[in-house]
């Protein structure tokens, strides 16, 4: 039985570590759930969760991810009032700090569809839709995943960075939405090991600030509709 009903949860400015923590509990327990109806031949419907929140002031390196592409040293980071994980998605480096919207979906594929890649896809599609109501017009930029303003020329520049973990078709980690970001943090790092292409964010692209509450709004109902979910 596929299970579209998925519980949303904000839980506001939040240390990495600590959200962390309690994705890997809700990842955990979702696989757990998924092996036991193996084990016992039943089908007792999968749990759901669509987490929003921020970070402090953090950089995260991904599986695939290179050190190097992290330029602050210990004291740096120090100085930058930063911290510094290396995790388990698939991705290179990137950064979450205040005002930026970080999504966490963790979700039974089995109830949606088996495909990493359409997953993305549709998560890029919901941040688009979003900008969209902004009339900020965005894409995606061939051969890499988030989402792009102006991404058919060199001025190409990201304004959501995906990275995500799938297990037993069970998903965690997600993307990065820069609404009102301070984008000097980007000039640490090699954003997601791409090193001749610009950061945006939406008020950049607009010239003011946006109320974050506004942007969680709209994006919520935009991930629900294209993944067509019953947000709880």
């Not at 570590?17 to 509990?25: G, L, M």
């Not at 990842?27 to 987490?51: H, Q």
Request: net charge negative.
């Amino acid at each position: 039985m596929k299970n579209h009903n998925v519980n949303f949860q904000d839980w506001g400015l939040i240390d990495y570590q600590e959200a962390w923590d309690r994705q890997e509990n809700t990842f955990s327990a979702i696989v757990a759930s998924k092996l036991t109806n193996r084990d016992n031949n039943t089908t007792f419907p999968t749990s759901n969760y669509l987490v929003f929140v921020e970070h402090p002031h953090v950089y995260t390196l991904g599986k695939s991810g290179k050190q190097e592409n992290l330029l602050l040293d210990d004291q740096g980071l120090i100085d930058k009032h930063a911290s510094y994980y290396k995790i388990n998605r698939g991705g290179d480096i990137t950064y979450h700090g205040p005002g930026q919207v970080v999504g966490y979906p963790i979700l039974d594929l089995d109830n949606f569809f088996t495909d990493i890649h359409l997953y993305l896809r549709t998560l890029e599609e919901a941040v688009i839709l979003t900008l969209a109501e902004y009339n900020i017009k965005a894409g995606r930029y061939p051969g890499y995943t988030g989402v792009w303003i102006d991404p058919d020329n060199e001025k190409a520049r990201k304004i959501c960075a995906m990275g995500v973990r799938c297990s037993r078709w069970v998903t965690m980690h997600g993307f990065a939405f820069n609404v009102n970001t301070d984008l000097d943090y980007f000039k640490n790092i090699v954003p997601c090991g791409i090193d001749d292409k610009d950061v945006t964010s939406i008020a950049r692209e607009l010239g003011h600030a946006v109320p974050v509450e506004e942007v969680k709004q709209i994006l919520k109902e935009k991930i629900a509709e294209v993944f067509h979910m019953q947000l709880i």
